[in-house]
């Protein structure tokens, strides 16, 4: 059973446009959800996440929103650039006890020059 | 040093071999991470430690076989591999296994990849 649900599996923007990534959790014990960016050949790493006591989070270019009543989350990257391109990971987790995310499939984004 | 340093950063074995991945952080997090990988797929949880200590093992096979022998240190086993567990093997840390109001941010090494031939 997928507990987070990514989509689109895979983007393709201009430079400068936006690049849009929704995702969709079930359980709603989750309360921390970070988004991880993934370039080829390296590790994930922390991109952005939030708590779902806010609706929005921005950081420079990137922006989460997060609607509790429906369950959704998505990362907004502004004036896509070419150094964007790369995979993201969308996850959710649980504080309080054994701390493990659950990775949503991932997006693959290429950022046209 | 936000860094986890992971070697080797290719592995190639055969079915037959015994080989041994190695990851290391100096960032004092006591919760460490086994993930593997496979292209276009998320990373899939192994294991965990946390304060030296097997906390979860995710029903992977006899045939991986994790060690922490310090705090700093993580490894991974390898024997007898099948050429279906040809993937990108990362390590990760964290703090510690979090509780309500951390951050619970996992910090990545960059991977090894392995090939099993």
């Known amino acids: 059973q997928q507990q987070v649900k990514q989509s689109p599996q895979s983007l393709i923007v201009q430079k400068g446009g936006i690049s849009i990534i929704n995702c969709a959790y079930e359980?709603?014990?989750?309360?921390?959800f970070p988004w991880y960016q993934q370039f080829p050949g390296k590790g994930p790493a922390l991109l952005i996440a939030?708590?779902?006591?806010?609706s929005e989070k921005k950081e420079g270019r990137f922006t989460i929103s997060f609607n509790k009543s429906a369950k959704q989350f998505s990362l907004h990257i502004m004036d896509s650039q070419p150094g964007d391109s790369a995979t993201y990971f969308c996850a959710a987790s649980i504080g309080g006890g054994s701390y493990i995310p659950t990775f949503g499939r991932g997006t693959s984004l290429i950022v046209h020059p | 040093d936000t860094e986890v340093t992971q070697t080797p950063k290719h592995l190639v074995m055969g079915m037959t071999n015994k080989k041994s991945l190695k990851c290391e952080q100096h960032?004092?997090?006591?919760?460490m991470y086994w993930y593997k990988q496979k292209a276009k797929k998320p990373p899939e949880l192994m294991f965990v430690y946390s304060y030296e200590k097997l906390s979860i093992n995710e029903s992977v096979p006899s045939r991986f076989s994790p060690e922490c022998p310090n705090s700093s240190l993580l490894n991974l086993h390898l024997h007898a591999l099948q050429p279906e567990d040809s993937a990108l093997y990362l390590c990760?840390?964290?703090?510690?296994?979090?509780?309500?109001?951390?951050?619970?941010?996992?910090?990545f090494g960059e991977g090894s990849r392995l090939t099993v031939l």
């Open positions: 939030i708590r779902p006591d806010v």
């Open positions: 990760a840390s964290s703090p510690r296994l979090a509780l309500r109001g951390d951050t619970g941010e996992l910090f």
């Open positions: 359980n709603t014990a989750f309360d921390y």
């Open positions: 960032m004092g997090h006591r919760a």
